[in-house]
């Protein structure tokens, strides 16, 4: 994070926060950025959003990085649960390896969310069902199958 995207988190925070304002200086800033330059932005302002909505009082250092670090769990959990769906459906497709292909077909297809891995997941259950149903022969490979679904 840069030293001016800590200025602009100060100047909302004393927005929100009003009398228990932070002061703008300099050594303000270069202490924030001491302590929380080497995080990601987004996931800052992130945490500080997720603090605004729970406390009535201005976060510490070690309130925003704690968050942080929930904020980064969840990234990491939501990547396994949507990893998994994937080889849940590599699993039930029949012929699918789980090779590049079919990786980024699924990356394409799902742009990572959760929800829309899911459904992908419902989808291609249904139309293996089908084709396992009607004795279909001919099933595309997976990346092909996947290029065709639309969420």
Same mark, same amino acid.
């Given at each position: 994070m840069k030293k001016n995207e800590f200025l602009g988190i100060m100047q909302e925070l004393n927005i929100i926060y009003g009398e228990r304002k932070f002061p703008l200086t300099a050594q303000t800033l270069e202490i924030w950025n001491h302590y929380l330059g080497e995080y990601d932005a987004t996931d800052i302002h992130e945490a500080v959003s997720r603090h605004v909505k729970k406390? +009535?009082?201005p976060p510490t250092v070690s309130e925003l $990085? *704690? *968050?942080y670090k929930n904020i980064q769990g969840e990234i990491l959990q939501k990547a396994s649960e949507v990893d998994t769906i994937f080889w849940a459906i590599v699993a +039930?497709?029949?012929c699918a390896t %789980? %090779?590049?292909r079919e990786k980024e077909a699924f990356a394409r297809l799902t742009g990572g969310d959760l929800d829309n891995s899911q459904r992908a997941l419902a989808i291609t259950r249904n139309i293996v069902l089908g084709? *396992?149903?009607s004795g *279909? !022969?001919?099933i595309p490979p997976l990346h092909e199958f996947l290029g065709r $679904? !639309?969420?």
């Open positions: 406390s +009535a009082f $990085i *704690e *968050e +039930a497709y029949p %789980g %090779g590049e084709w *396992e149903l *279909e !022969k001919h $679904i !639309k969420l």
